[in-house]
């Protein structure tokens, strides 16, 4: 078995158990689960036989650290805002590393606007709707939405997808990532729902995966292509 291959594994094992501990209400028990998430993703990322050239590979291990740093610092419920910071840190990162796929993979893929107005048009409604119950939290958690918003429509905007199967891995893991937060800011700021929190790490998990295997692949299929 191929070592990127047995990491994958593990991460899967360790989310679905990071999640049990979640539905049965054993939070103290995360410190063993959560923070080794992200840390598999960074180990498959340098381990993986893609040949990413070290620019881009430096990005997408920032947007997995910024990541990790938001996650250990949400198990804490009093860090809320440090940890949005992080994965705020972690999506700029992300915009960052898929820019410089878009603008290294010519011809330069094309403005889908429909799209672009689709999903401005879900945040700000979302955030809308929101708005009356955020607080004082109403300008960081409007600024992390739309920094998340740019990220869907950086991944959107990298690829050609038709002949580069490998971006539908990065879209929907950008999508499953826009949904898991904004399930979060749902349960936190205006009313929890059942298994909402399993959910919510299920998307995630999905979603982070979602974008190192096909930003992974993409760079090993250019390369044998």
Known sequence: M????FVIYIYFL???????LIAFNKESCRFATKPVLMI??????LYSNAKMP????????????FSSLGDDLLLFPNLF??????????HVMYIIFFLKIRYSNPPVPLCRYPLILLNAAIVILFIL?????????IVPVIVYAFALSITVQS???AFHFRRQPAGWYCIIGAVLFLLSDLLIAVGKFYHSFPGGDVIVMLTY?????????????????????
């Open 2 to 5: 191929r070592p990127q291959r």
């Open 14 to 20: 360790v989310l679905l158990a990071d999640m049990l």
């Open 40 to 45: 598999l993703l960074a180990v498959y990322v």
């Open 54 to 65: 070290r620019d881009y590979r430096i990005f997408l291990l920032l947007a997995l650290v």
């Open 81 to 90: 805002l440090p940890g949005l910071g992080g994965f705020l840190l972690a």
């Open 129 to 137: 709707f929101m708005a009356p119950y955020l607080g004082s939290l």
């Open 155 to 157: 991944v959107l905007h």
């Open 205 to 225: 998990g999905f979603a982070q995966w979602g974008l190192v295997y096909g930003s992974t692949e993409y760079f090993r299929r250019k390369i044998t292509n």
